[in-house]
């Protein structure tokens, strides 16, 4: 049988056998061996996209984040506990940053339009409390 599609491994099968092997491991090899991890999923999604070839994917877990991820310039930060709950961050993050750039012109338009209506609003309202202090001093006469 020819198989066709590109090599997508199994975060749970490479999990399981971190978890095998976790008792030969000091608590600094697991956490390498998680970013690991984490980098080959990233890898694997830049190739199968062909986008975000200039990011860079930094696992930082904390227990006291309010968000799981974000990203930043041309940062990926995953701020997840466990390794599976950081891949599925790394994954809403990479797909989130992805649909965002889709609708980044329409942000650029609106805030251009934003930004003109605002001057001509302002050129509006000048004038009008000019023609109202022209008005009111003309009435003491």
């Known amino acids: ?11 749970n099968f490479l999990q ?3 978890l095998y092997k ?3 491991h000091t608590m600094k090899e697991k956490h390498t061996i998680q970013k690991n991890l984490l980098l080959a999923e990233f890898d694997r999604m830049q190739r199968i996209t062909g986008h975000m070839h200039n990011f860079d994917v ?11 991820g974000k990203v ?19 994954q ?3 797909i989130d940053y992805m649909i965002s750039q889709t609708i980044k012109p329409y ?3 609106v805030n251009s339009l934003m930004s003109i209506l605002t001057k001509e609003a302002y050129g509006t309202k000048e004038k009008s409390v000019e023609a ?5 001093n003309s009435s003491k006469n």
Not at 1 to 11: A, G, I, Q, R, S
Not at 72 to 90: G, H, K, P, V, W
Not at 132 to 136: E, F, K, T, V
């Open 58 to 68: 930094m696992w930082s877990p904390q227990s006291n984040s309010q968000i799981e």
């Open 107 to 109: 942000i650029t338009l």
């Open 22 to 24: 976790s008792r030969y």
């Open 1 to 11: 049988m020819k198989y066709n599609k590109p090599f997508l491994y199994k975060p």
């Open 16 to 18: 399981f056998l971190l």
């Open 92 to 94: 809403h993050e990479f």
């Open 72 to 90: 930043e310039e041309n940062t990926i930060t995953i701020y997840s506990e466990n390794i599976q709950d950081a891949l599925d961050t790394l």
């Open 132 to 136: 109202l202090l022209h008005l009111i």
